[in-house]
Structures are given as C-alpha cells and as structure tokens.
C-alpha cells in the first residue's frame, strides 16, 4: 500500500507542477493581450482624431470651393474662412472668460 500512496502523491505533484506552469503561461499571455489591447486603444484613439481632423478639412474645402469658381477666388475664399474660424474661435474665448467671471 505504501507505494501506491507515493505513486499518487507522485502523480499528484506532476499535475500540480504541469498545472503551474499553465497558470504562469496563462498570466503572462494575458499581459501580453492586455499591453496589444492598450496598444490598439492608442492607435484607434490617433486615427479617430485623425480621421475628424481630415473631415473637418473636406468640410473646409467643400465650403471653399463652394464660394469660389476660380483658383484666385479659391484662395481669397479660404483666407476668408480662415479669418471668419479666427474670429469665432475668438468670441468662444471671450464667452468662456465671461462665463468663469461670472
């Protein structure tokens, strides 16, 4: 009887040892797909803001194109645009202090 006992406790420390070093691989796999999650959140973040910035550019273009029919008139259109985007960004600013002085 004493030998099957050892041969059980022997079986057991193999599956203990086995099952060991599965959980170890399981954890680092799991940090690694935590680090390529954190990776790709980062990236898709980037290209969000970069895909909102190229929308807000075809939108600029379109509203040019729209008030100009001629390269020269084109160019004047965006300068004009530009400077009516300055002024509102400006009066944002203002409205915003306002808002804290208040």
Request: net charge positive; with cysteine; charged share 40%.
């Given at each position: 009887?004493?030998?099957?006992l050892?041969?059980i ?5 193999e599956?203990?040892?086995g099952?060991?070093a599965q959980r170890?691989r399981?954890?680092q796999e ?6 390529e ?7 898709l973040s980037?290209?969000?803001r970069q895909l ?12 040019s ?5 001629s390269p020269?008139?084109l160019?004047a259109?965006?300068?004009r645009v530009?400077r ?7 009066c ?7 808002a804290d002085i208040s």
């Amino acid at each position: 009887m004493p030998r099957k006992l050892t041969g059980i406790i022997a079986e057991l420390r193999e599956k203990i040892t086995g099952l060991v070093a599965q959980r170890d691989r399981a954890v680092q796999e799991s940090e690694r797909l935590r680090e390529e999650v954190d990776t790709l959140r980062r990236q898709l973040s980037d290209t969000s803001r970069q895909l909102e910035l190229a929308r807000q550019e075809v939108d600029f273009l379109t509203v040019s194109h729209r008030l100009a029919d001629s390269p020269d008139k084109l160019v004047a259109a965006r300068r004009r645009v530009q400077r009516l985007i300055a002024k509102i960004d400006r009066c944002v600013s203002l409205l915003r202090e306002d808002a804290d002085i208040s």
